[in-house]
């Protein structure tokens, strides 16, 4: 593990991501999931969906978290989406299949300020 500050404040982002998509009642299937074209931050489903969530983390005064999100990032995470659906055959069947975009935003001494999460964001 890194012991780049960006890359601790990446993680942090990650878990809250992650205790928020619980939360709300999905099981986490998968996290960090590295594929040639990059790594899906979250995969999450339940009985009904199941979730491919992207999670971008700022402090404030920089960006948006949430404008990070650009079209061909969006194209590289539906490709990654699919290389975890192959990669997992016996998954079982889900009705929806939806890309999630979680904002995550620390003030300067680390203090969660926002958690936005943007169902069906692309």
């Not at 593990?1 to 009642?25: F, K, N, V, Y």
């Not at 996290?31 to 489903?45: F, H, K, Q, S």
């Not at 992207?54 to 539906?78: A, D, F, H, M, N």
């Given at each position: ?15 809250l ?16 999931y590295?594929?040639r ?14 979730v491919?969530?992207e ?5 404030v005064g920089?960006s ?17 989406a ?6 997992q055959?016996n998954r079982?069947f ?13 003030d300067?001494t ?13």
């Amino acid at each position: 593990m890194s012991d780049d500050p960006r890359h601790q404040l990446g993680r942090l982002g990650e878990q809250l991501a992650a205790a928020h998509l619980e939360r709300r009642g999905l099981a986490l299937l998968a996290r960090n999931y590295r594929t040639r074209w990059g790594e899906l931050d979250i995969v999450a489903g339940d009985e009904r969906r199941l979730v491919f969530c992207e999670v971008k983390t700022r402090r404030v005064g920089s960006s948006q978290p949430l404008e990070g999100l650009r079209e061909s990032q969006q194209r590289r995470i539906r490709k990654m989406a699919l290389a975890w659906l192959a990669d997992q055959p016996n998954r079982g069947f889900a009705p929806e299949l939806r890309f999630d975009a979680i904002g995550v935003t620390f003030d300067p001494t680390g203090r969660l300020v926002e958690l936005e999460h943007l169902e069906g964001a692309f």
